[in-house]
């Protein structure tokens, strides 16, 4: 079983869809799990990114919606099963105790996550339950079917790296390692955060900060896994012009970045934690 932490709805298919393909290709059983899956409340914060983001998302009044159906889309490509949390949205949403917003400008999103964001309240309260976590890793417990055997020793655990310093990629990163701590047997994996390892000078910084030991793993694609991945991330329609002008472009900055990351040979780079 592959159990792909993330953030948000976009980035285990950004960052490692192509392993994903390959994986379900060959019989695997893959599943993506967005941990900041949640709705917004019902009056978000009036703050400068949330405005700028649906400003350009051009997603109506439900954006979450709008990016479920994009996710769900992109994993059927990959024939990859989906999962979300609904207890956590997406950080800009989030606010602390008496509602002070937490992430309001784009410098706060990649910045130090805030000692009162109740996200790491709602998944420390995870851990001492653990064993749900292999049964139905959700927190709404009538949603999803078991689809994690009781014994992790037979899962991969998959997180963000936190390349680019996200704080909701920070957050699952570090969740994922309480979670290798409580199940030693668990197989965790930490995967380069894409597109912020376009800039591949933020890598070594990242790794070097890690308060574990890992192993880099090189994971060479084919071109069928190249395209359907490209196909997926297509299919997230409201982030595309957050990171290119258009799908051509983000096809050729896909293919070079894969090229890159594996000197020569398509890749994506994962990191096995000790």
Same mark, same amino acid.
């Given at each position: 079983m592959h159990l792909f932490l993330s953030p948000h709805y976009d980035d285990a298919v950004y960052s490692c869809g *192509?392993?994903? !393909?390959? $994986? +379900?290709? &060959?019989?695997?059983? !893959?599943? @993506?799990y967005t941990v900041m899956g949640a709705k917004p409340p019902q009056t978000p914060p009036d703050t400068p990114i949330i405005r700028e983001l649906h400003a350009r998302w051009q997603a109506g009044a439900d954006p979450v919606k709008a990016r479920r159906s994009e996710d769900e889309t992109a994993l059927y490509l990959l024939n990859a099963e989906v999962g979300y949390n609904n207890a956590i949205p997406d950080c800009i949403y989030r606010t602390a105790h008496g509602g002070r917003a937490l992430y309001t400008d784009i410098q706060a999103i990649f910045g130090a996550v805030d000692a009162d964001d109740p996200s790491l309240v709602a998944l420390e309260l995870k851990l001492p339950t653990a064993h749900q976590l292999w049964q139905s890793i959700q927190f709404d417990a009538d949603e999803?079917?078991?689809?994690? /055997? &009781?014994? /992790? !020793? *037979? @899962? +991969? $655990?998959? !997180? /963000? $790296?936190? @390349?680019?310093?996200? @704080?909701d990629h920070q957050i699952v990163r570090d969740w994922a390692f309480k979670l290798h701590r409580t199940y030693p047997t668990l197989t965790l994996m930490l995967y380069e955060d894409f597109p912020y390892i376009r800039q591949p000078q933020h890598i070594a910084p990242t790794l070097t900060a890690l308060p574990v030991g890992v192993t880099a793993q090189v994971q060479p694609l084919d071109e069928s896994a190249i395209q359907l991945k490209m196909q997926a991330i297509a299919a997230y329609a409201t982030q595309l012009d957050s990171f290119w002008a258009d799908r051509q472009a983000m096809m050729d900055d896909v293919r070079e970045t894969l090229m890159q990351r594996g000197q020569g040979t398509p890749s994506e780079v994962l990191y096995r934690v000790s």
């Open positions: *192509g392993l994903i !393909a390959q $994986l +379900t290709r &060959n019989r695997h059983t !893959a599943r @993506v999803t079917p078991r689809f994690i /055997p &009781n014994d /992790p !020793a *037979g @899962v +991969t $655990l998959y !997180a /963000p $790296l936190g @390349v680019g310093h996200h @704080v």
